[in-house]
Each structure stands twice: as C-alpha cells, then as structure tokens.
C-alpha cells in the first residue's frame, strides 16, 4: 500500500513556474514508477510526465514537453514535477499516481495507475 499526498499548487501569472511535490507513505516508493495526470471539469484525466523507478527514464506529453520536468528522491520517497512558462492552459486539478507493476515501460494510462493522491489544484492566470 502506498499513501500518496500533493502540494505545491496554487495560482500563478501566465510565464510562471511551480513545483509540485509528492510525497509517499511505505517503504517500497523505489518499486513504483510515478506519474502526474491532471484534470479540469468536462475532460479526460490527462497524462502529463511518468518517470522510472531509478529515474533514469522520464516521459512527457507532447502539451507539457520543453516545460515541464518530473524528477524523484528515492531516499526523501518524493516526486516533484517542476512547471515552468505556464499557459492559462495548465490550469487543472493535479494528480500524482504510483504504477507497481513489473513492466519496465512508462505507462500512460490512469487505468494503469493503483495508487492516487488527493489532488493539488493550479491556477494560471492570463
């Protein structure tokens, strides 16, 4: 079981940087691979960034590529997704999710996903 608990969203001007964090519960964080989605109301949970287990692999969409940069601390058992030159856009509910299974491959998917956290809303301003 994996605890899963966001921070670091908030409201910012268009050309602004955020960083989120992620910060998980249990002894085996270094067994998952970890990715953020987001959502805003009416849409699909969105992929955004999935990164490996040792965090030599990393994976963007194609919205998010150039900007934003998700990295972890295996020893402080954290995710971070760092945001810069934020769009009004990027505005979403955002969400990071623990992948246990033993496929090596990042996964896109929320379906693919067995842990969430609560969720961390940002705010980009035009």
């Known amino acids: 079981q994996v605890q899963l608990v966001e921070s670091g969203g908030g409201s910012v001007q268009a050309g602004g940087s955020l960083r989120l964090s992620c910060a998980a519960s249990g002894r085996t964080f270094y067994a998952y691979k970890l990715g953020w989605f987001r959502h805003t109301p009416g849409k699909e949970r969105d992929f955004v960034a999935v990164?490996?287990?040792?965090?030599?692999?990393?994976l963007y969409s194609d919205s998010v590529k150039g900007r934003f940069t998700i990295s972890r601390d295996n020893g402080k058992n954290t995710v971070y997704l760092q945001m810069n030159s934020l769009k009004a856009e990027d505005t979403a509910v955002y969400y990071c999710?623990?992948?246990?299974?033993?496929?090596?491959?990042?996964?896109?998917?929320?379906?693919?996903?067995?842990?969430w956290g609560q969720g961390t809303q940002v705010t980009v301003a035009s």
């Open positions: 999710a623990a992948d246990g299974s033993l496929d090596v491959n990042p996964r896109r998917e929320p379906y693919e996903y067995d842990y």
């Open positions: 990164i490996s287990r040792s965090g030599g692999s990393t």
